[in-house]
């Protein structure tokens, strides 16, 4: 694992200076350095429980920690294919290389990491050298904001650190979290203040504020790795929490809600009000990357909503939502990226008809949205079929009725950038667009076919699922062959895969046999006797759910509450601030003679 | 799976297709009586159908067509996972969410190919149906998961079996009144019946998703519509209606819940989409939740 790191520390410093010299060798520098890790990542699959230590710093290898990590190299490699196009649109190029493959050296430490030290970290380092990135990117708002809540979630995260270590002896993540049973306060406590720092990170509300922020206007090179990677670290700090602290023996003292204690409840009643918050605004947006980091609010909440469940189906389920969601999330934005690359805009009512200028972004966009609204055979839909089948197998009525809702809202805003932007008229400015590069397109298809696999394929991943439940004590999901096992029926995704394209090639022929069509322009279409010919006037793509939005635009959001706040605690501060800092020398010889009293009779005191 | 499999799938989407559309023309000939008219012969829906695959057409490019392959080659491969009767040509894949999820490839499929005609009505009609999908489906949903909460199966034909055997009051609709109550008024909503059926909009705009299309491929959108009725109608009557011990009684459940919800629609006046939602997340979406506290903290009515 230290090796993994260490070269690709190295290579952080490697790019940096190839970049200064060769923007591009730079660039093309970091998918070397991202494949490196991921090939090594992978043949470390059989090594298990290897412990390994560098200075302060001590890693282990576990089988989640390989899990979380493969996932995070897959998207890290995937999109590092689409920097060597964007190096002349970066204002750093060589620090936005550089701080690429550091933040993926430090997601790997921290998926590894023994102790909490080393856990807190590296957990720094990746939100850190992120923060840069963002900077780099449309507003210095939004970098600003993501490091704020960023912030909230590492100071709640060190509190918890400290406190646990203080409390048991030792920073052993297994150790310190397994001894805390014995006092339930301190636990309860260190439980809340570590799941803080997941919670920001996942963005789960109401820390979901920084998402559309910092995924809208980041890079666009780097928004996939945000959203299907770094929101990822959360989930993993909220697998510790639940996997190591005894939840149920903590908090024994409380209500349980069918079976699960208050506490423990009331977060996964967070992930679901994150599923329908997400949702709703998702269908809100203007902005396809602001869109679709909704989207990442929604899916982040059923990923919470797995893990807090702690079970056979449900858990696995959401482990496995967070390697499809991974996929296709950063799938959908690079397709985005693409088209901002040819275009300039990411707004849905400046675009449209890009099918007919890039067609195989438009079939890697249409992949990834199936997966990520959960249709079969896409990956996505296994994931959400075992979360819903754990749900409503232990009765969680509400929270399924949020992940129904997650579920079917998510058609309708996965369809709106899908019309607006791939369909529809194509304005005549860009006529002469052309498809994405060799580069983009290997990189883009590599994910479709990654979520069509993990779809057909399920038990590939279910097997090292199992793994990890195993370890940790739980029931693992069952397999068997094509078989996907679950306690209310099991479901054979390759013969659903089979019986799906059957059907197709039934249709196929029927539409074959029939009379052959004639093409017509795209304008030649029945407007009941209004004559447009405008192509702009003739593309719906403003205000695509005026009814439905209608009903809840006028719903308070939590920006603004934000904002208050933070203008309040700024007025505080310049209130303080004016009792030390002034313009008059008065009042500096007055602090000057208060501490000298201090001074006197501190030592009598 | 063997060859066998395939044929007796061939043969459920023939049959499904052929029982539907002639139950749609005796429906339009019972639309037309209650109207006071004499209505068309009864098989004036195939006759629509076949007329519309042997004319010419038009295409607006190869999503146009692709997106109708895929919603039909969706839709079909629902209809092939449909138990009937405790039949299934594939056994296994019957799970409730799959075939609700695998209709939805039908849907995406439709609206892909109506958004790539060009035509904003089109689109417009497609942003009206997703909305209502999202009204009536949660509510329904809810209802389902208290279904497979009691009975610890999510097969369709498993939770049809299970009510057999004890006449009427073995039934879903009777052993949970409110989910069954909400079930059925969802089906409203999935048909596009009235008072749900203005985003098919028959009177206001030129003709919502449906707008652009015309000779085969407008055929095989209504060959789609009715193997999506089959769908929908098979889901409610297998989960609330105890399915159908024999063929026979299957097809005769299966005639009176449609014409039920045909006859029912006649009389009502319609829906704008907004109230439609409201609609639904008020009355029935409260009953569901109310069925569901009931049944699970409760343990009320198993």
């Known amino acids: 694992m230290i090796t993994v790191i260490a070269l690709l520390v190295a290579s952080a410093l490697i790019s940096y200076l190839l970049t200064k010299k060769w923007p591009t060798a730079g660039a093309f520098f970091t998918i070397l350095a991202s494949l490196g890790a991921l090939v090594g990542l992978y043949l470390l699959k059989d090594s298990t429980g290897t412990i390994e230590t560098f200075g302060y710093l001590n890693f282990k290898m576990t089988t989640i920690g390989w899990y979380f990590a493969m996932v995070l190299g897959t998207v890290y490699f995937t999109s590092a294919f689409f920097n060597p196009d964007w190096m002349d649109q970066m204002l750093y190029p060589s620090a936005y290389n550089a701080f690429y493959v550091l933040s993926f050296a430090g997601t790997i430490g921290l998926f590894f990491a023994q102790d909490l030290i080393t856990l807190f970290v590296c957990f720094e380092t990746a939100v850190w050298s992120s923060t840069f990135i963002v900077l780099q990117g449309k507003s210095r708002r939004a970098a600003w904001i993501y ?459 | 799976m063997t060859l066998m499999n395939f044929i007796y799938g061939f043969l459920v989407l023939i049959g499904a297709f052929v029982f539907q559309t002639t139950l749609t023309g005796i429906n339009r000939k019972i639309t037309a009586r209650i109207q006071k008219r004499r209505g068309p012969k009864f098989y004036q829906q195939f006759i629509d159908i076949f007329k519309a695959l042997s004319k010419s057409s038009i295409t607006h490019g190869w999503v146009y067509d692709f997106g109708a392959i895929m919603a039909l080659g969706g839709i079909a491969a629902t209809v092939i996972f449909i138990p009937v009767a405790g039949f299934q040509a594939f056994p296994g894949l019957d799970n409730v969410f799959v075939i609700s999820y695998v209709l939805a490839v039908g849907m995406l499929g439709m609206a892909m190919s109506a958004a790539g005609s060009g035509n904003p009505w089109a689109s417009i009609g497609v942003s009206r149906a997703l909305t209502n999908m999202l009204a009536y489906d949660i509510p329904l949903m809810v209802v389902v998961f208290t279904l497979i909460f009691i009975n610890k199966s999510g097969s369709v034909a498993d939770l049809a079996l299970l009510q057999q055997g004890s006449g009427v009051f073995g039934w879903n609709f009777i052993k949970l009144p409110l989910g069954g109550i909400v079930a059925v008024v969802a089906l409203f909503g999935m048909l596009g019946k009235k008072p749900f059926d203005s985003f098919i909009a028959p009177a206001e705009i030129a003709s919502g998703p449906m707008v652009e299309y015309g000779g085969k491929q407008l055929g095989m959108m209504f060959i789609l519509h009715e193997l999506m009725t089959f769908i929908e109608v098979s889901l409610i009557l297998n989960m609330f209606f105890g399915g159908g011990e024999t063929l026979v009684i299957y097809l005769i459940k299966y005639a009176l819940l449609y014409t039920f919800t045909n006859i029912v629609s006649q009389v009502m006046p319609r829906f704008k989409i907004d109230q439609a939602v409201l609609f639904f997340f008020r009355v029935p979406l409260g009953m569901a939740l109310l069925q569901g506290i009931l049944v699970i903290f409760l343990g009320w009515g198993y």
């Open chain 1, 147 to 605: 490091f704020v809540v960023s912030s909230i979630g590492s100071m709640a995260t060190l509190f918890a650190v400290i406190l646990a270590g203080q409390t048991t002896g030792t920073f052993d993540i297994a150790a310190a979290f397994g001894l805390l049973a014995s006092d339930p306060l301190v636990a309860g406590v260190v439980f809340f203040t570590f799941v803080i720092g997941g919670l920001t990170k996942i963005g789960i509300f109401p820390f979901h504020i920084w998402l559309p922020l910092a995924h809208g206007s980041a890079p666009h090179t780097f928004s996939p790795v945000l959203s299907g990677g770094l929101v990822k670290l959360g989930a993993y700090l909220v697998f510790l929490a639940a996997a190591y602290i005894p939840m149920n023996s903590i908090f024994s003292n409380w209500i349980f809600v069918l079976n699960k204690p208050l506490p423990v409840y009331i977060l996964m009643a967070l992930g679901a009000v994150s599923i329908v918050v997400g949702t709703l605004r998702a269908i809100q947006q203007d902005d396809a990357k602001k869109l679709l980091a909704y989207s990442s609010v929604a899916n982040g909440g059923y990923i919470l909503i797995g893990i807090l469940m702690m079970d056979q189906m449900a858990f696995a389920g959401g482990l496995m939502h967070l390697l499809n969601h991974a996929v296709a999330s950063a799938a959908a934005f690079l397709a985005i990226a693409v088209v901002a690359k040819r275009t300039g805009t990411t707004k849905m009512t400046e675009l449209g008809g890009m099918i007919h200028r890039m067609p195989v972004t438009y079939i890697v966009y249409l992949i990834a949205i199936i997966s990520m609204a959960g249709i079969p055979p896409m990956g996505g839909f296994v994931s959400k079929w075992m979360i819903f089948q754990g749900l409503s197998d232990k009765g969680f009525i509400f929270l399924a009725m949020a992940s129904a809702f997650g579920s079917i809202g998510s058609y309708l805003y996965v369809f709106r950038p899908l019309s607006a932007v791939f369909l529809g008229q194509l304005s005549p400015r860009h006529e002469e667009l052309k498809e994405a590069n060799p580069l983009m397109l290997i990189s883009m298809v590599i994910l479709t076919l990654m979520s069509l696999g993990l779809g057909v394929f399920p038990n590939m991943v279910l097997t090292t699922i199992a793994k990890i439940q195993t370890s940790i004590g739980l029931t693992p999901i069952m397999t068997d062959g094509f078989k996907t096992m679950t306690a209310n029926g099991s479901v054979n995704m390759f013969e659903v895969f089979v019986v799906f394209g059957y059907g197709f090639v039934l249709m196929l022929i029927l539409f074959l046999v029939l009379p052959k069509s004639r093409r017509v322009g795209l304008m030649d279409t029945y407007t009941s006797a209004e004559f447009i010919y405008t192509p702009e006037l003739l593309h719906y793509s403003s205000n695509f759910y005026a009814p439905f939005e209608r009903l809840y635009a006028k719903w308070p959001s939590v920006l603004p509450w934000f904002t208050r706040a933070s203008t309040k605690l700024k007025e505080l501060g310049e209130w303080t601030e004016s009792f030390f800092f002034s313009q008059s020398p008065t009042r500096g010889v007055m602090w000057l003679v208060v501490i000298a009293i201090l001074a006197m009779v501190g030592g009598s005191l």
